[in-house]
């Protein structure tokens, strides 16, 4: 049972991705938690110095160290909170690895809503590949983290001329580790698959402009969200499948392109 309720969990979080568009927590059973207090909120800030003449890999989604971008969440339930998204950038095998660090609080300081997400990126030719994602979410006094363990290749978007292909399909897999503090971890056997199709160009209107945007749904099992990039900014917009939106409105070390 407790498998089958992770695995739902995590499929409803994965559609409201840069962090969850329901309370992941709100069906927990009450003795799920092992410490009532939640963490201080500390704002996050990038820690890689912003170089002007960085080039990115993929226009859409451009993982510019030193750059911040934050957005307005509108959750389904009328809880109201700001994500902040940082990119840093790593040296990892070798290979250079974007970190992205993403921070939900809600609008009364992170009583009702505090999550904090680490993922990392690689470049393959224009593709952004995703090789590592961990988080952390505390809502109230309940308290969960989850892992992902990505199969083979997990292309997170693919380059700017399929995506300009309506029609266009990719997907990708994983195993996760859900832990809720005070149990042991729950490791569910069966894989959860992320289906991605690219459904042609759109204006879109938010709190810091009007963009010209590619619109990617995004589906897990029957339920299905849409997420629209802008040239040069990335994320702009989401829109999840209970209708909890993300809308950006604000941002630094990153500008819209034509």
């Known amino acids: 049972m407790r498998i089958a309720f992770a695995i739902i969990l995590l499929a409803t979080s994965l559609l409201a991705r840069c962090g969850n568009d329901t309370n ?10 092992s410490s009532p207090a939640l963490p201080a909120y500390t704002p996050i800030a990038p820690t890689t110095a912003f170089d002007p003449g960085f080039k990115s ?9 030193g750059s911040m971008i934050k957005y307005e969440l509108k959750f389904s339930s009328g809880l109201l909170a700001e994500v902040t998204q940082v990119v840093d950038s790593a040296d990892e095998g070798g290979r250079k690895t974007f970190v992205e660090t993403t921070q939900i609080v ?34 109230q006094d309940l308290a969960n983290d989850i892992e992902l363990r990505f199969k083979n290749t997990a292309v997170a978007l693919l380059e700017p001329a399929s995506l ?17 503090a005070g149990q042991r971890p729950i490791e569910p056997e069966e894989p959860i698959t992320i289906n991605f199709e690219a459904l042609g160009e759109e204006q879109v209107t938010t ?10 749904a995004r589906r897990v099992g029957d339920k299905q969200g849409t997420d629209f990039f802008a ?3 990335g994320l702009v ?11 950006i409105k604000q941002y630094s070390g990153v500008k819209a392109l034509d």
């Open 164 to 180: 300009l292909r309506r029609g266009t399909k990719w997907s990708y897999s994983f195993n996760q580790v859900f832990t809720v």
């Open 231 to 233: 040239k040069g900014l």
């Open 106 to 139: 809600d609008s009364g300081g992170g009583l009702e809503k505090l999550e904090k997400t680490v993922r990392k990126y690689v470049c393959d030719g224009e593709r952004i590949q995703i090789n590592y994602e961990k988080g952390s979410n505390r809502a």
């Open 57 to 65: 890999c993929n226009p859409y989604y451009p993982l510019l160290p």
């Open 24 to 33: 992941t927590n709100a069906n927990l059973p009450a003795n799920a938690n």
């Open 237 to 247: 917009k989401r829109v999840g499948p209970d209708g909890t939106t993300w809308e």
């Open 207 to 216: 709190p810091a402009g009007e963009f010209k945007t590619v619109k990617v």
